[in-house]
């Protein structure tokens, strides 16, 4: 008997496993695009934890793999790929009619039943159901909520951080790993590493900032079948019609310049192609179509690839409210005047319908920013280089640190007015 045949029987097995059956749930009733959009999110993460879990299960020797072939550093990529479709794709559609801690239990049960018949190609150590805990639960069970929040619209803000991880793992960090620019890689650039994440940093805002501008303002995702309910043309928008594509582009010839490796060129070429060609036919006859003359008009006034300087004047306008008693407040309030802000209406706090307690930013839609975040979007309407400044202003971990700051010299909470009791 051939020796190769029960390996490459288990590899086959191991593919179609998950394969069969996904292509007949789609067969059986065609996946809607919120399932789609599950699908994808779903698989996406899947497989990017499931590379970092296998590398480190046959380094502490939870498993390992005997594989000639499609093997990619000693992981069978065939075998990869079946498993994140099982813990994907799969149950993204198998949320039809199953709730998500009953399917949880069934995979996990499903994989320690398959798992010892994955022999020879993949060889149980004796702690490796220490493994299966860890990749249920970085894996399996963060999969399942995407495609379960995705599919009832649910968890917008961790959806679009999710897929802002994904983005960069599957479109950056992998093709690097792939062509062997990662591990032990010099950086070329004078200054070293703190320059070239300087230059990463600046490269990678307006992708950030365009992604958190859908979850909040838009209440969609960048994901063409998870898409925003209006359409977006504040934050990075109001200044480029392409913010994330750009940002892929500009990623790679940082990368490029740091690593000097002209392999990532080709990186830059192709994300600039497929926002060119696909995503702009793709994207911009769905826009079209939901949107029309709104869309047609904002295409008019802002460009695809070469950023305004000032934002756009039709974008969404905002108000900013200061507090007419804080002398801290009004000299805020006088150097945003002067500077000439478009689409910014400033007016006392005491005007507002409700007592604020913070500087307080508002758009059409009743979406409210308060404290450092309504200076970050104050900034957003004056020109491009503020407009930097404020999307960096506004991440987590540098706004929570700057509101301390700017509490801690005199701008805390304080009523805008105080309220009558009732008689």
Avoid: K
């Avoid at 994907?88 to 996990?108: E, Y």
């Avoid at 897929?163 to 960090?173: P, R």
């Amino acid at each position: 008997m051939n020796p190769e045949l029960p390996a490459l029987l288990v590899r086959s097995v191991g593919l179609l496993a998950p394969l069969v059956p996904l292509v007949g749930l789609c067969l059986w009733r065609a996946p809607r695009p919120r399932e789609t959009a599950g699908m994808i999110v779903s698989t996406s993460w899947a497989l990017l934890t499931l590379i970092p879990l296998n590398l480190y299960a046959v380094r502490v020797g939870w498993w390992s793999f005997h594989a000639e072939g499609a093997v990619w550093a000693g992981l069978p990529v065939d075998l990869l790929l079946a498993w994140a479709l099982l813990w994907g794709a799969l149950p993204a559609l198998m949320l039809r009619f199953l709730p998500v801690p009953l399917l949880t239990a069934l995979l996990v049960w499903v994989d320690i039943i398959v798992m010892p018949l994955a022999e020879p190609v993949v060889v149980l150590h004796g702690t490796w159901l220490m493994g299966e805990f860890v990749g249920s639960a970085l894996c399996l069970i963060p999969a399942l909520m995407l495609a379960h929040w995705t599919r009832r619209r649910r968890a917008v803000p961790a959806r679009v951080w999710a897929q802002a991880v994904l983005s960069f793992g599957l479109m950056v960090v992998l093709p690097l790993a792939v062509v062997g620019v990662l591990p032990g890689a010099e950086v070329a650039v004078p200054g070293g590493v703190p320059v070239a994440l300087q230059l990463f940093a600046v490269a990678a805002l307006p992708g950030l900032a365009a992604a958190r501008e859908f979850a909040r303002v838009g209440n969609g995702t960048p994901l063409p079948y998870d898409p925003p309910e209006r359409l977006v043309t504040s934050g990075p928008y109001a200044y480029l019609r392409n913010p994330m594509q750009t940002t892929i582009v500009a990623v790679y010839l940082v990368l490029a310049l740091v690593f000097a490796d002209p392999r990532l060129l080709v990186g830059a070429a192709a994300a600039f192609a497929y926002g060119a060609g696909f995503a702009t036919w793709h994207e911009g006859d769905g826009l079209r179509t939901t949107f029309g003359d709104d869309w047609d008009h904002y295409r008019r006034g802002v460009r695809a690839w070469i950023p305004r300087r000032r934002p756009w004047p039709d974008r969404a306008r905002g108000t900013l409210y200061v507090a007419a008693d804080c002398s801290m407040c009004r000299g805020l309030g006088a150097w945003i005047r002067a500077r000439g802000p478009i689409a910014l209406t400033l007016r006392p706090a005491h005007e507002h319908p409700e007592v604020l307690h913070r500087l307080t930013y508002e758009n059409p839609d009743g979406v409210r920013w308060s404290g450092v975040s309504a200076l970050a979007r104050a900034l957003d309407h004056l020109n491009l280089g503020w407009a930097f400044l404020g999307w960096a202003l506004d991440l987590p971990v540098l706004r929570h640190f700057a509101q301390l700051c700017a509490d801690a010299f005199g701008a805390g909470p304080r009523p805008s007015r105080v309220l009558e009791p009732a008689p």
